[in-house]
């Protein structure tokens, strides 16, 4: 099992993956550390929040473009 320690290198390596954050938050729930756990939880939740509102924009745009949003580019849906 990874420790604290390599998670929190990992989070400065990357802080935006919530991958890292979710397991943090899980290794702290092993060691009854609530309120830890509970932030990381919350930051693994704001990720993936942000991660969704991103894609609904790129596809809400696509859409006002009237393309559809997985065109590859160069193909004739996008032309």
Known sequence: MASVCQFNAAEKLDPSD???HW???RLYQSMVHKEE???EFEKTSSLHKA???????KLKAAQERGKPADAAPG???NQ
């Not at 991660?51 to 924009?57: L, M, P, T």
């Open 18 to 20: 919530p991958d890292v």
């Open 75 to 77: 193909s004739l849906a």
């Open 23 to 25: 397991r943090l938050a």
């Open 51 to 57: 991660e969704n509102d991103s894609v609904f924009s």
């Open 37 to 39: 756990a509970t932030v």
